[in-house]
């Protein structure tokens, strides 16, 4: 009985954050850790998840609003479906565009399941490959027709050459991000 009661708390406390966020505005600092990374606020702005030392000399995760701005959402929570199409993982405290050399990675990122469906990291990620000089439709199209090229051309076209290019999410959406295919 004790895992249906946890169940229907989980349910009863979701439903509340989503109705929230239907009626009122989503603010980065007030969503709990767990649907912070790859939610946008409604001022447009990505959130991030950061770590903070506590007191005991551990860590604490806390969701803050950055500076990036996204074109064309605002008020996003983006859906588990989309987090697990995509490989993506709701606990990062950053991006790196190291993340595109991983194969696995970008197959599913390239996969239909999300870049036809997720238009939210699909956005960041196209944001950050353009950062590198990388055109991510090239890249999901080369990915599906020869997955080896795709890797030995990202990796000479100087994309997440190494751990000197790791910053978090400080590329500005473009006004012309993609489409879904």
Do not use: W
Not at 12 to 39: G, N, Q, R, Y
Not at 156 to 166: E, T, W
Request: proline content about 5%; hydrophobic content about 40%; aromatic content about 4%.
């Amino acid at each position: 009985m004790a895992s249906s009661s946890s169940k229907l708390t989980l349910v009863l406390l979701l439903s509340s954050l989503f109705l929230h966020a239907t009626l009122a505005e989503i603010v980065c600092e007030e969503l709990p850790k767990d649907l912070c990374a790859f939610s946008i606020a409604s001022s447009g702005k990505r959130c991030t998840l950061e770590t903070l030392a506590n007191r005991d000399g551990g860590v604490e995760y806390q969701c803050r609003t950055s500076e990036i701005v996204v074109e064309r959402m605002a008020g996003y929570i983006e859906t588990d479906e989309c987090v697990r199409a995509c490989g993506v993982d709701r606990s990062a405290t950053g991006i790196s565009s190291d993340e595109l050399l991983n194969a696995q990675f970008t197959a599913k990122l390239c996969s239909p399941a999300c870049y036809r469906r997720c238009p939210n990291i699909v956005d960041l990620y196209f944001n950050l490959a353009a950062g590198e000089g990388v055109f991510l439709p090239d890249l999901c199209e080369m990915r599906r027709t020869n997955p080896h090229r795709a890797m030995i051309e990202l990796m000479s076209s100087g994309a997440a050459a190494g751990p000197a290019r790791s910053e978090s999410m400080d590329v500005v959406a473009p006004a012309s991000a993609p489409s879904p295919m």
